[in-house]
């Protein structure tokens, strides 16, 4: 049996630091979280909260003491810049004895992950997931409001991943020796096109929902007036509509690397059926 170890887990109340603090709290091992705002926090009672930001890493030396292994996000402060303070960051944490590095990659190149890479003094794995499960639930107020989607681009592929995995090969690598120097690509079990998901959430709620199928132009529209920025539509639009390989292969990762399978969708979809039913 592993040994009882203490891991801070930074970006601890995002959508996949939960599920790091998550699986090292079910695999028995003492998490302290990493918080801009600890009072809002919302985690395990059994975890430490600690308030900090990663853009300041002398701030982070208390939080540090005593780890064994450390969960990095490559973005910091409160508008989620991409972070400048890798190096730092990570002599500090040698400093306190860290063994262990996690990173979540952000999509492109980064800092911070260059600077982890780089380091030959901690045991670092990548984690580089595939779409998340959880963008589903962008569908959750045009479901619960109309019973429709509407999205470009339906007959997509996607190998789209749970986000309990990624929390569950994190927490793995973090406590286990065999990972160093490893860069893992986490996807689901299955490919599945948008009709694929709808019909899957449909099927939960027990209650149909039509898909939409929209122009590039009518999706450009829809996502400007859901606020987003030009960047994030020329990402969306090269994303969705030239899916890169990575994005569409299953791979085995996560048995590999955790020896049970990946989580299905249909799994994902039981576990939030309430956020896409009306009076939710």
Do not use: C
């Not at 009072?39 to 701030?59: F, S």
């Not at 030959?120 to 595939?130: A, E, I, S």
């Not at 065999?178 to 027990?206: C, F, S």
């Amino acid at each position: 049996m592993t040994q009882t170890q203490k891991i801070l887990v930074t970006g601890a109340t995002g959508t996949v630091g939960r599920q790091v603090v998550a699986e090292l709290l079910d695999r028995g091992h003492a998490v302290r979280a990493l918080t801009r705002d600890a009072a809002r926090a919302a985690l395990p009672a059994a975890v430490e909260v600690v308030q900090g930001d990663l853009t300041d890493p002398e701030g982070l030396v208390p939080a540090l003491e005593g780890v064994t292994g450390i969960h990095l996000i490559t973005f910091g402060g409160a508008f989620f810049a991409p972070l400048e303070t890798g190096p730092r960051i990570l002599e500090l944490a040698r400093a306190a004895g860290v063994r262990r590095v996690t990173v979540l990659h952000g999509g492109g190149p980064s800092l911070l992950e260059d600077a982890v890479r780089a380091d030959d003094g901690v045991d670092w794995t990548v984690l580089m997931p595939v779409e998340f499960m959880a963008n589903a639930l962008e569908w959750a107020d045009g479901i619960v409001a109309s019973d429709v989607v509407r999205e470009p681009f339906v007959s997509r592929l996607s190998a789209m991943v749970h986000e309990g995995d990624i929390g569950a090969v994190a927490a793995v690598a973090l406590t286990e020796e065999g990972h160093a120097g490893q860069e893992y690509v986490i996807t689901g079990p299955e490919l599945l096109t948008v009709g694929d998901k709808v019909a899957a959430i449909a099927a939960a709620r027990g209650r149909d929902i039509a898909l939409v199928e929209l122009t590039e132009e009518q999706a450009v529209a829809q996502w400007r007036a859901a606020g987003h920025s030009e960047d994030v539509i020329g990402f969306l639009l090269e994303a969705y509509g030239n899916t890169p390989e990575v994005g569409r292969t299953v791979l085995d990762t996560v048995e590999k690397v955790t020896g049970r399978p990946a989580l299905t969708f249909g799994r994902w979809v039981a576990e939030h059926v309430a956020a896409f039913t009306k009076g939710r």
